[in-house]
């Protein structure tokens, strides 16, 4: 197999940061964009969650497809193809005249990132081994994670002074620049035996990922007391079911179910849907404690969190080094208790915590995070044969999906259920003002708004604090299970070694592209 230069390492590197990059600051990006689209489209509720939503299910409904079409097509290509689909779905997404169109743009954009996430880590799987990288994915991890804190900061400064447009728009330049330097760069690689796809397997995939998914994100919107989230459950639960009862049976199955039977493999997926269920309790409260506990604007609020993605950069790069010192199974264990010291000091958050503090805790928590995505992400692509690359990336990335959704839907509606609980609703308030004060901290705030000086001080200030309260008792939860699992974690993975050489060392030639 023919190695990429040192030069051209580097500049592999940097596209595949650069293209994890846009899908990161895209996930983040909406949410500050959805008031002042909000305005202009004049959408229903229930175009609004599809806005927000519609994405993430494309994403998870097709990130195993696309891994195992990478595999067969081309990792280059099929990252160039994406990124080109994902340039063109940015561009309809910023000029959007409609809510219907808006939310067809962004169910592309969902598309396009199914194909760049694989890509991008079976294309370093096949380009570095060992630990160099190991390394190389510390560095993208944690550059990653800087790309979800970098959503809301680039959001919020174009916001202030463009349409709401300009959050997608800003997508362009970023994916000519990928294009060039990823056909200029990048090695084609791919299975050198295939096989065909299973169609019906394809189908039932997707049906049963957006049909889980979907179950879990109404769930915590609105419950379960709803036709719609029964019937997705039902084809969900259905789909996968008979996805997983069909693999064993295909010459190429999209997930061949023996890589579970590896210990290092099985145990990393694992532990990569319960630590992504807990983190993200953190993003389920920080934006809006930044800016309805604390009052602070949007770009504010940005900046505020970018001391914890600069831990979790640092954490990145340290992890290799971490790995050779102490062994996989002590670098992942290091990094959940860093988390959960992480959610221990989150709970201590009070309604006028001092910045310092916050500082400190979200240094804490991203190095946690850093260290438990690289131990997580490395095992995974170390462990499999080259060829199954793209397949064994989307599996790590469908985990992590799944793990973030579930996260949102139970730990979401936890705290929605202790706000609620906790929230002391002031004599006198009108019935209107008082569901909306009971729905959510935001209702809350627009009720006081709208109340005399004294009635809606006092209103917002009991909302805040039944806020607080309530997380603090779901960041102790997190805590209590970030703990468990670095006591699990260690056995999981002791006897995985430090290097992952490659276990098909001189098989699966890699077709290096013309420079």
């Given at each position: 197999?023919?190695?990429?230069s040192?030069?051209r390492?580097?500049g592999?590197v940097?596209v595949?940061?650069?293209?994890?990059?846009?899908i990161a600051?895209?996930?983040?990006?909406l949410?500050?964009?959805i008031?002042?689209?909000?305005?202009?489209?004049h959408?229903?509720t229930?175009q609004v969650?599809?806005?927000?939503?519609?994405?993430?299910f494309?994403?998870?409904?097709l990130?195993?497809?696309?891994?195992n079409?990478?595999d067969?097509?081309g990792?280059?290509?099929?990252?160039?193809?994406?990124?080109?689909l994902?340039?063109i779905a940015?561009?309809?997404?910023a000029?959007?005249?409609?809510?219907?169109l808006?939310i067809?743009?962004?169910v592309?954009?969902?598309?396009?990132a199914?194909?760049?996430?694989?890509?991008?880590?079976?294309i370093?799987?096949?380009?570095?081994t060992?630990?160099?990288?190991?390394?190389?994915?510390g560095l993208?991890?944690?550059?990653?994670i800087?790309?979800?804190g970098?959503g809301?900061l680039?959001g919020g400064?174009?916001?202030?002074h463009f349409?709401?447009g300009?959050v997608?728009?800003v997508n362009?330049p970023v994916?000519?620049l990928?294009?060039?330097?990823?056909?200029?760069?990048?090695?084609e690689s791919?299975n050198?035996s295939?096989g065909?796809?299973d169609?019906l397997?394809?189908?039932?995939s997707?049906?049963g990922m957006?049909?889980?998914?979907?179950t879990?994100?109404?769930?915590?919107y609105?419950g379960?007391a709803?036709?719609?989230v029964?019937v997705?459950?039902v084809?969900?639960?259905?789909g996968?079911v008979?996805?997983?009862?069909?693999q064993?049976?295909?010459?190429?199955?999209?997930?061949?179910?023996?890589?579970f039977?590896?210990?290092?493999?099985?145990a990393?997926i694992?532990?990569?849907?319960?630590?992504?269920f807990?983190q993200?309790a953190v993003?389920?409260?920080a934006t809006?404690?930044f800016q309805l506990?604390l009052g602070w604007?949007?770009?504010?609020?940005?900046?505020?969190?970018l001391?914890?993605?600069?831990?979790?950069?640092v954490g990145g790069?340290?992890?290799?080094?971490?790995?050779?010192?102490f062994?996989r199974a002590a670098?992942?264990?290091a990094g959940?208790?860093l988390s959960?010291a992480g959610?221990?000091l989150?709970?201590?958050?009070?309604v006028a915590?001092?910045y310092p503090?916050l500082?400190v805790?979200m240094?804490v928590?991203?190095l946690?995070l850093a260290?438990i995505?690289?131990?997580a992400t490395d095992?995974?692509l170390?462990?499999?044969p080259?060829?199954r690359?793209g397949?064994?990336?989307?599996i790590?990335e469908?985990?992590?999906?799944?793990?973030?959704a579930?996260g949102?839907a139970?730990?979401?509606?936890?705290?929605g259920?202790?706000?609620?609980?906790?929230?002391a609703l002031?004599?006198?308030l009108?019935?209107?003002?008082a569901?909306?004060?009971r729905?959510?901290?935001?209702g809350a705030?627009q009720?006081?708004?709208?109340?005399p000086?004294?009635?809606?001080?006092q209103l917002f200030?009991n909302?805040r604090?039944?806020f607080?309260?309530g997380v603090q008792?779901s960041?102790l939860?997190?805590m209590v299970?970030m703990?468990?699992?670095?006591?699990?974690?260690?056995?999981?993975?002791?006897?995985v070694p430090?290097?992952l050489?490659?276990?098909?060392?001189e098989?699966a030639?890699?077709?290096?592209?013309?420079?």
């Amino acid at each position: 197999m023919t190695r990429p230069s040192a030069r051209r390492k580097v500049g592999i590197v940097l596209v595949c940061v650069l293209a994890q990059l846009l899908i990161a600051v895209d996930m983040t990006v909406l949410h500050l964009a959805i008031p002042a689209l909000s305005e202009a489209l004049h959408p229903s509720t229930t175009q609004v969650l599809w806005i927000a939503d519609g994405y993430g299910f494309a994403l998870a409904g097709l990130l195993i497809t696309m891994g195992n079409l990478g595999d067969r097509i081309g990792r280059k290509k099929l990252l160039l193809t994406g990124a080109a689909l994902f340039g063109i779905a940015s561009i309809g997404t910023a000029y959007a005249p409609t809510a219907e169109l808006l939310i067809v743009a962004r169910v592309l954009l969902g598309v396009a990132a199914s194909t760049l996430m694989p890509s991008t880590l079976s294309i370093i799987r096949n380009a570095f081994t060992g630990k160099e990288r190991t390394a190389v994915i510390g560095l993208s991890s944690g550059l990653t994670i800087l790309g979800f804190g970098l959503g809301p900061l680039i959001g919020g400064a174009l916001l202030g002074h463009f349409w709401w447009g300009s959050v997608f728009l800003v997508n362009v330049p970023v994916v000519a620049l990928l294009l060039v330097a990823g056909a200029l760069v990048l090695p084609e690689s791919r299975n050198p035996s295939p096989g065909r796809i299973d169609v019906l397997s394809v189908a039932l995939s997707v049906l049963g990922m957006l049909g889980i998914v979907y179950t879990i994100k109404e769930v915590a919107y609105k419950g379960f007391a709803h036709w719609d989230v029964g019937v997705a459950a039902v084809i969900g639960v259905a789909g996968l079911v008979t996805f997983l009862l069909r693999q064993p049976r295909l010459a190429e199955p999209l997930v061949d179910l023996a890589l579970f039977r590896r210990r290092a493999f099985s145990a990393t997926i694992g532990t990569t849907v319960v630590a992504m269920f807990a983190q993200l309790a953190v993003s389920i409260f920080a934006t809006q404690y930044f800016q309805l506990v604390l009052g602070w604007s949007p770009l504010k609020s940005g900046l505020a969190g970018l001391p914890g993605m600069g831990g979790a950069l640092v954490g990145g790069v340290l992890s290799g080094l971490a790995i050779k010192k102490f062994g996989r199974a002590a670098t992942m264990a290091a990094g959940c208790a860093l988390s959960a010291a992480g959610f221990a000091l989150y709970s201590r958050i009070e309604v006028a915590t001092g910045y310092p503090y916050l500082v400190v805790t979200m240094v804490v928590f991203g190095l946690g995070l850093a260290l438990i995505i690289t131990v997580a992400t490395d095992t995974v692509l170390g462990v499999v044969p080259r060829e199954r690359a793209g397949a064994a990336s989307a599996i790590s990335e469908t985990a992590t999906e799944l793990g973030g959704a579930l996260g949102i839907a139970i730990l979401g509606s936890v705290l929605g259920a202790l706000y609620r609980d906790n929230l002391a609703l002031p004599p006198g308030l009108p019935p209107e003002a008082a569901t909306a004060a009971r729905e959510t901290l935001g209702g809350a705030a627009q009720a006081a708004v709208q109340l005399p000086g004294e009635l809606g001080a006092q209103l917002f200030a009991n909302a805040r604090q039944a806020f607080v309260s309530g997380v603090q008792v779901s960041l102790l939860a997190s805590m209590v299970l970030m703990a468990l699992l670095a006591v699990a974690s260690y056995p999981a993975l002791r006897s995985v070694p430090k290097i992952l050489e490659d276990p098909d060392a001189e098989d699966a030639p890699v077709t290096p592209a013309a420079v």
